[in-house]
């Protein structure tokens, strides 16, 4: 799979049937619709406003950034943000193919899911410490 931003090709990181598409050269992140319903169940967050349903619901976020194309349809994205303060502004395709995040939107992300409180600590454990190896968080 090409990447949306710098048109290369993008590497498969897998681990637990959660498979991402990862580009080298940007680091940006490529969700399929399924593998992040897929992360949110292995977080057990599932019926979160993170679900695609919910994304593409949204009203599209004014941004500067460029629209980009999907990777799997070809089509452009809409902006939508997700999280809360400071809010990540993240592309998704509007036919649910999946997500796009930039490069350290997906440590924004995970930083904002590991400070909520949770009795399930030992999935979301494993699946933040996961993530945050591959997609260098850094506190």
């Known amino acids: 799979m090409k ?19 990862y580009c080298m050269s940007c680091s940006g ?14 977080m057990k967050l599932e019926g979160t ?21 999907c990777p799997i349809c070809g089509k452009k994205m809409k902006k939508a943000t997700v999280g809360h303060e ?16 930039d490069s350290g939107e997906v440590g924004q992300l995970i930083t904002q899911l590991a400070d909520k409180p949770s009795e399930k600590l030992d999935s979301q454990g494993r699946v933040i410490t996961f993530l945050g190896e591959v997609f260098r968080v850094r506190d």
């Open 29 to 42: 992140v490529w969700f399929d619709a399924e593998e992040l319903e897929l992360l949110l169940e292995a």
């Open 86 to 101: 400071p809010q990540v502004i993240i592309d998704a395709c509007s036919r649910g193919d999946g997500l796009w995040f």
């Open 3 to 21: 990447c949306p931003v710098c048109n290369s090709l993008m590497i498969v990181v897998e681990h637990e049937k959660i498979e991402l598409d």
């Open 49 to 69: 406003s993170l679900s695609v349903d919910n994304i593409l619901t949204t009203p599209e976020t004014k941004s500067v950034e460029k629209k980009r194309n």
